[in-house]
């Protein structure tokens, strides 16, 4: 016989499958259900000129290797799983890696002349109709496995398009749904092998409340591999597609053993075990066999790396480089079976965790905050995401619970920001030299400027008070002994010779951004009070700001993500750190001399053990307090303070600590050491003792140009004169 006559036979068989079912479906439904269907019968020779692969239905992809799983986030080791994400808890295998004994099982339970018919079984349906309709048995369905697996994928379609009224009318239990599963079902046997077929359906069916897929399955009822289940194991896991729900055996375990027994004698029935093994599967109480393992799902179950966490799902979330909209990004995350390798790095998360917690208990009376970011200088990576909260997205969190994460962005997930205070100085210091002035350049400074004098100045203030912390100024004085002693007025005289662009020209280039979400950028925000760190960022920012200044002066945008690898291990893109030099490395090295020289203010605090240590403490006024430094394996950034509204420390108690008044160096710096110490003490941290050789041409007492000082009624003004 030619192909294409036995192509012929074999789609006139087919249709006649049809019409066989047909005439069933007439006797058991009636003249009603006869009417609603007669076009198929009208259409036979169409039908069966068209029963091929052309079939298509709503362009739903049928393909058993393109379901929708479970994603999963590791940490930069590459092993340790730091959350899981699903909408459907799937876990996609090769036929291969499952056991010989669960695919038996199924086909036993579910359609024992699978490997026999071409998709819709006409002897089953028979089978079914007599057993219901004649004998008065229990309703019998009659659908082949193909069926199933037909409605199974039609229902996870309608589910992920978020269509619930698709999703009914794939499952409601009329004949014309039945039929469309029997057309599909023939062209999908076409198309694919048994094997192909049998394949999808173990990784599609309903295993549980929330449990799809075989090996998820395996994995949460017996702790082991689809490829390890036994023949008792295989049965248990087969019983329950017919009642996900009733039939689960950590919920209803006794009858979930019936139907376990039910499954073994089917497979005695098939020829698929003996009589005797079936019976010693069944003399083991399914209670014994269990050894159930939860699937977590989402960034709630991440333990202390879940502020990492959530802030890895923001990158994917907001990043064009996963898709072209936050839908198709969103569900790439929870359905295409992504693995994901972060950078952060375990012993630095569980030691940045501690010191928050050390420095100011969760519960502390106080109510204050404390966040911590720590960032690979000359990378990007950032390492380690800390507060000392418990990450909470539930609307039941409490006083200590949250889903804000304070220590990044508010498009990251974050908050309005902290203060940045005095730590923002650097910035000053590094744009000072950057455009060729010198360290020691005698500055004259007062205590009111006129703000007409800073070029790119946004306020509507006429003058700016401003004075050092302890009062007053120190008049003249050089920008080295200003960010030593952490003076304000000298930032002032600097900010007025540079003109405000410049600062936020190289603070932008360093990584410098608003927390807030609107106005990002501080060129459309900048004042002269931002020179003194009026400004509110993240502490992944200012992280981000050292870790320039410790990479001899090249800035990496912060990056979360190293790898990507999709549902069958192909490598995806992913954001790129964008690494470029920020500023001059002469400048930055000078600038980290300049922190660590004199072993004065911040220098001496916050020096580490054994260690060469840059730093810079803040205070923002009494309401924010701050420490950021680095060694040359890692740049730390730590604020304190209440984030969401204002709240002076002063003559506060914090950890059974009561001060009058605190300060960065009281209650940040410790936090920081406390980090910085113990996470070098894991030797994981490069320390160059040599890091901070300052540049001669640099430490000089010139400038460029020369200025003129003049006095207004609104205060100091500069104006250069040549």
């Known amino acids: 016989m030619s192909k294409k006559k036995q192509k012929r036979t074999r789609e006139r068989k087919n249709v006649f499958a049809l019409l066989l079912a047909y005439l069933v479906c007439i006797l058991a439904g009636g003249v009603v259900a006869s009417g609603f269907l007669m076009p198929f019968v009208v259409a036979t020779d169409q039908v069966a000129e068209s029963a091929s692969p052309s079939l298509t239905v709503s362009e739903i992809d049928f393909n058993p290797n393109n379901l929708p799983q479970q994603s999963k986030m590791y940490a930069s080791d590459g092993t340790t799983l730091i959350a899981t994400f699903y909408t459907q808890n799937r876990i996609v295998v090769d036929l291969s890696h499952v056991s010989q004994y669960m695919q038996q099982a199924v086909v036993a339970r579910e359609d024992r002349r699978f490997f026999q018919h071409s998709g819709v079984d006409v002897q089953g349906v028979l089978r079914a109709f007599v057993q219901t309709y004649v004998k008065g048995g229990d309703t019998q369905g009659g659908s082949t496995l193909t069926q199933q697996y037909v409605k199974n994928m039609l229902i996870n379609e309608a589910t992920s398009n978020d269509d619930p009224i698709g999703a009914y009318h794939a499952s409601e239990d009329t004949i014309s749904r039945k039929v469309k599963e029997m057309l599909i079902a023939l062209q999908i046997e076409k198309k694919y092998s048994k094997s192909e077929i049998l394949q999808g359906y173990l990784n599609i069916a309903q295993f549980g409340t929330s449990v799809y897929g075989v090996e998820t399955a395996a994995e949460h009822y017996f702790s082991k591999s689809a490829a390890e289940l036994d023949l008792g194991e295989a049965a248990t896991i087969a019983a329950i597609t017919k009642n996900p729900a009733g039939y689960d055996p950590t919920v209803h375990p006794d009858a979930a053993q019936e139907q376990r027994n039910i499954v073994l004698d089917l497979m005695v029935e098939c020829g698929f075990t003996t009589q005797a093994e079936a019976d010693a599967a069944k003399a083991v109480n399914i209670a014994d066999m269990l050894h159930v393992k939860d699937v977590p799902v989402g960034c709630q179950t991440a333990g202390q790396a879940a502020f990492f966490c959530d802030y890895v799902v923001h990158k994917i979330e907001n990043s064009d480089v996963f898709g072209a909209t936050a839908e198709d990004r969103q569900r790439l995350l929870y359905q295409g079976g992504l693995t994901i390798y972060t950078t952060m790095d375990v012993d630095a998360e569980n030691i940045a965790n501690a010191a928050v917690r050390n ?73 000072w030299l950057t455009n060729g002035n010198g360290a020691k350049v005698a500055l004259p400074t007062s205590t009111r400027y006129d703000t007409s004098g800073f070029e790119c100045n946004t306020t509507g203030a006429d003058s700016w008070a401003v004075q050092n912390a302890g009062g007053g100024t120190v008049n003249p004085e050089t920008p080295e002994h200003a960010l030593m002693y952490s003076h304000n007025t000298t930032q002032a005289t600097m900010g007025q010779r540079l003109g405000l662009c410049k600062i936020a020209d190289t603070a932008t280039a360093m990584g410098y951004k608003n927390a807030s979400s609107s106005g990002s950028d501080l060129h459309t925000t900048i004042t002269p009070t931002n020179l003194i760190g009026s400004g509110y960022a993240s502490p992944l920012t200012m992280a981000s700001v050292y870790a320039t200044i410790a990479a001899n002066g090249m800035h990496c945008d912060p990056i979360a993500i190293t790898r990507v690898t999709d549902s069958s291990g192909n490598d995806m893109a992913v954001p790129s750190a964008n690494c470029t030099q920020a500023i001059p490395a002469n400048v930055a090295q000078t600038v980290a001399y300049i922190m660590y020289e004199g072993k004065v203010g911040a220098a001496y605090y916050s020096q580490l053990n054994g260690v060469k240590t840059f730093a810079k403490t803040g205070t923002a006024d009494s309401y924010f307090m701050l420490t950021g430094g680095f060694v040359t394996g890692a740049a730390t950034y730590v604020a304190t303070g209440n984030e969401e509204s204002l709240q002076s420390f002063d003559n506060m108690t914090i950890n059974g600590v009561r001060r009058a008044t605190w300060d960065g160096s009281t209650i940040a710096t410790p936090i920081w050491k406390e980090f910085m110490n113990n996470y070098i003490a894991t030797g994981k941290v490069a320390h160059d003792e040599n890091y901070g050789q300052p540049d001669a041409s640099l430490m000089t007492s010139t400038g460029q140009g020369q200025w003129r000082t003049t006095t207004t009624g609104l205060g100091m003004r500069q104006v250069q004169i040549s």
């Open 359 to 431: 420095g100011i208990p969760e519960n502390d009376p106080s109510g204050f905050e404390a966040a911590l970011a720590s960032v690979e200088p000359g990378t990007g990576k950032v390492l380690a995401l800390a507060i000392n909260r418990t990450y909470n997205a539930l609307a039941t969190a409490s006083d200590t619970e949250t889903s804000i994460n304070y220590a990044v962005d508010q498009v990251d997930g974050g908050g309005g920001g902290f203060q940045t205070g005095s730590t923002f100085k650097v910035m000053n210091l590094s744009t």
